[in-house]
């Protein structure tokens, strides 16, 4: 763990949409392998910012796993594939002495490229803006014990309401589908008695509204799962899509 | 930049007794007509627990809102990273719980240097935030029976803590995100991500006073700089710990909203309030950027110790027998022991790595560092039960440290992570600047000297789903719909204010990062208006800040334009902005000439070390007037304590 760690972050750089990419690559000689992978693009950019050159845009905030900000594929996949991380909880003391890390933005066609690392992942919000609620207005709510919740029921909404929006996902799918994100949404709030009284409106509006935003269909592929930094299961699609054929069938009939 | 005379501070607390005057206020605030409602436009700045809670309420009640945050997405805000719990006086422990009991617990916490009528107020909506969570799907941890399970915090000796593993902040702010996004696709709030606020407009009305009409706002993206004119602005943007640099805070947090509105004649209130948490994931050195919180809640398992003798302080903490390990807070405790609130711990551990007792690696000289060890827990109630209750933060702090801390100690070192101070609030939550209204963290709240954990949800959420929607109507009420819009002149004036000060940053075309600047301030201000302060070492702090920022409008360096994305330049705004008030914090920790809460100057500390609080001459809230060039004006908000007497703190 003290031993210093030589590295090559090898960068995907894009001024802007539409405008041709390059891969550029920054040597990063002996640093302490306490640094997260972010704060090795710190340092990086401290240098490119000392030589007067434009710094790698990306995007990150909390650093800790929770804001979902820093999504970007390492090494080909979304958040690096290491466990459950995401990009800014992983360490230097990962890597091997002289590795090189190659980092890309999210590849979907959903996410417009920014700049750099940096997309625009605003679909995932149009999709919970279709559903992505339960309608209750403050004042109205009774005694939060009226309701008992069953332990495992309790836990596993709280498992699917893990999910930290990042859109790895969609990136690791091959058809650019956000089914395991909007599952994660949906199976959420359906499971719970609250979220009961809307919840075939709630199936239906946002498997529609993730349509609409031009997200590719789900092919039972499991890429998503696999690159979860929160460990959602593909079970929660095999929900989603009965909640979804159940409503769509009691639409059909009108019951 | 204006001078502003400073005004009289009125509080406007509602009359009758404590318990009472929520209700009278309710009461007595004017109303708005539902078909009234849509006449008026609301700017909600910050879209965390207080400002997506409040967006959305308002939204639904039929303002029109536009809702603004500097991340992708409102989800992102900093509220999502609090883990521990949200605090309620319901009682379902029936441990001897109360809405006065929370209300004592918070006054106290505080070191009396909360309003009372706020603090009150705040217990008692506290049941209905949970409530209100629960109703909109809130996945909150529950026992076997189905009833909603509560946790221990520090400061109380009841269980009054709603959680949801180690991520509450995460399912409150989800919760609230979904209320706005509902009011998003309704069409009553307007969202705009990646737009950052740089400056508050005012307008005068018939008799002179400047009131809050809109905002002047930068596309994080493309750079553009616009006006935005409403009815009335909320600032819901966080606290300023990032101003210490390194910080448990988000990287992008900052503190440009309220300090823009504080140079624009808002008072500052207690801005060396300042909470340093216990709890956090030592610092490793040079290239860090940010600091790892881990939960509070860790200290109902976790006990923690140093080594007795400083030579014990590199061995392997296995092979350091009981009796020569120093449970410090048990010992100096024993009443609270772990469990004591977080300014008391934290200055704990501060002390015994000060006397060279600190473990783990050498930082700057010192080791900084306890342990938080958790064998005599995972003996009584087994490995699995441990990992039930706290599994993800042992799993973060594997992957940061690579330790685990099952098979030997956690180490934790203090960090900043909350700040009590901020723009002063009268009772409705309005600043001194009329139709300014400031919530969450931004205020200077409902806190003190010193935050309880689990209250800081409580307080965003209370502000934002059941106060602000109850006082700000009657702020619009009393004005009426406005007729302004942002080719007023005062809109052109403070645009070409910001477009000055954006094109300056880029103009200075120095050497340094603004990174490398606030790294020095952080540096500063964490040695000497830190967990301990002295007058010397605050009156050196204040010229050693000065002669920075001189430094940095003389050698700060960001490539690129203004119309672009630009991250360099964001920093830099931030930077310059932590820079100023650096300096007011120093100022304000320099004037309080006691120790109370966060806040411990040593030259007044009891024999044993304890803080010694002065309320002859400081039970007031110290609130700051920005003066132009000449030194800013301090002037005092006098606090009455009407239903517990202000008894030295004893957690012993």
Redesign the interface.
Known sequence: MSAPISLTLRVWRQDGPGVKGRFEDHRLNSVSRHLSLLEALDLVNERLVAGGKRPIAFDHDCREGICGACAMTVNGVPHGGLGRLTVCQIHLHRFSDGDRIVLEPLRARPFALIRDLVVDRSPLDAIQQAGGFISVRPGQAPDANVVPIARDIAETALDLASCIGCGACVAACPNGSAMLFTAAKVGHLNLLPQGAPEADRRALAMVQAMDHAGFGACSNHGECAAVCPKGIGVSAIARLTRAYTGAARRQLLSL | MTRYPPPILDPRIPPGPLAEKWRNRRASGRLVAPANRRRYEIIVVGSGLAGA?AAA?LG?LGYRVRCFCY????????S??AQGGINAA?N?RNDGDSIDRLFADTMRGGDFRAREANVWRLAEVSN?I????????V??????????DNRSFGGALVSRTFY??G?T???LL?GA???L??Q??AGTVT?H?RTEMLDLVTVADGNGTRHAKGIVTRHL?TGEIRAWAADAVVLATGGYSNVFFLSTN???CNATAIWRAYRRGAGFANPCFTQIHPTCIPP???????L??MSESLRNDGRVWVPKDPADCDKDPLAIPEDRRDYFLERRYPAYGNLVPRDIASRAAKAVCDEGRGVG?LVGGLRRGVYLDFTESEARYGHDAIVARYGNLF??YE????EDAHRRPMRIYPAPHYTMGGLWVDYDLMSTIPGLFVIGEANFSDHGANRLGASALMQGLGDG??IL?VTLPDYLARSGPSSVTPDDPDFHSVLADVRARVDGLLAVSG???A??FHAELGRILWDRCGMSRNAEGLAKAIEEIGELRRAFWSDL????KGEE?N??LERAGRVADFLELGELMCRDAMMREESCGAHFREEHQTEDGEAARDDERFAHVAVWFDQGEAPPVRVIEPLTFSAIAPAPRSYR
């Open positions: 809670s309420t639904g991340q992708d997405s409102p989800r992102r805000a900093h999502v990273a319901k379902y209905a949970i409530d209100h969570c629960v109703a909109i799907g996945p909150f941890a529950r026992e076997y029976g189905g009833m909603l949801a593993r991520q902040g995460q399912q989800l995100y979904a209320q996004n509902q998003i696709a969202m991500p993206v988000a990287i992008g490793h050195g040079e290239g860090q950027s940010k790892t919180l690696p799993e973060m992957s940061i440290t690579g789903y059941f929607p050497t340094r990062s990174r490398s360096r960001i490539p690129g994305l991250t360099e």
